[in-house]
């Protein structure tokens, strides 16, 4: 499957930084790259639960394609969300389906520095976003 040129961008970025704390300055700067949510969209409705931190998840369904916005409490979570959602936003329903979160993490040089607890949750924001597709389609 061809990565979206963000997500192309990402790799790009993260493979070329060399160390691990370079990468986390590079999640931290990605992480300020989130488009904000609203007081409104910070609601318990849009709360990942499954996060050891705060993470409010929405999406917006356009021509086919699912266009996600994330926000977190957590410097490093912001990071980690931003990059999880240049992997998928633009994509379909079905190709959010067969997203390999720990492959693509593992891809940026991530896949290590992610403690079990920041895994379950990346999942469970994943989860949440094949859920709202997979309602959108019924």
């Known amino acids: 499957m061809n990565l979206p040129a963000k997500a192309q961008e990402a ?19 990605w992480g300020e790259r989130l488009e904000p949510l609203t007081d409104t969209e910070r609601s318990d409705a849009s709360r990942v639960h499954g996060c050891e931190s705060q993470v409010w998840l929405v999406g917006e369904h356009a021509n086919g394609d699912w266009h996600f ?21 633009g994509l379909r329903g079905d190709e959010l389906a067969t997203v390999d979160l720990a492959d693509w993490f593992n891809q940026l040089g991530l896949g290590r520095q992610l403690s079990p607890s920041r895994s379950n949750g990346l999942n469970a924001v994943l989860k949440k976003m094949r859920e709202m597709a997979q309602a959108k389609s019924l």
């Open 69 to 89: 916005r994330a926000a977190s409490d957590a410097r490093l979570i912001r990071g980690l969300l931003a990059v999880l959602l240049v992997r998928v936003n």
């Open 11 to 29: 790799l790009d970025a993260f493979t070329t930084a060399g160390s691990w704390e370079q990468r986390a300055r590079l999640l931290m700067q």
